[in-house]
């Protein structure tokens, strides 16, 4: 059975970081590539990184590119996305998917980021 499991969401001040984690089972991440999305309140799912499936190769949204890092661990079936210098509007919902070629099949129930003082 797929699945996705995020965690390390949780309220951050402002400026501070955060390493999400993105735990999956029933596939290895040879299978599939993994990406990260977000969704704030009243907005669109934002796509904002992924990884390869072949060679580990990382892609970011232009709005991503600077204070977003997806890295992966393939023995801990695990891929993680580091935020840094967080700012109120990276407020959101944090899900990770499993697809190939931008259809993202699979996805995690998502964790909860908030940014505030």
């Known amino acids: 059975q797929v699945q996705l499991v995020e965690s390390g969401g949780g309220l951050v001040l402002p400026g501070g970081s955060l390493r999400l984690a993105c735990v999956v089972s029933?596939?290895?991440?040879?299978?599939?590539?993994i990406g990260w999305f977000r969704q704030a309140p009243g907005k669109e799912r934002e796509g904002l990184a992924c990884?390869?499936?072949?060679?580990?190769?990382?892609y970011y949204a232009d709005s991503s590119t600077g204070r977003f890092t997806i890295s992966r661990d393939k023995a801990k079936k695990t891929v993680y996305l580091q935020i840094t210098s967080l700012k109120p509007e990276d407020t959101a919902v944090y899900y990770c998917?499993?697809?190939?070629?931008?259809?993202?099949?699979?996805w995690g129930q998502g964790t909860q980021v908030t940014v505030s003082s």
């Open positions: 998917a499993a697809g190939l070629y931008g259809n993202w099949a699979y």
């Open positions: 029933g596939f290895t991440l040879d299978d599939y590539a």
């Open positions: 990884i390869s499936s072949t060679d580990g190769s990382d």
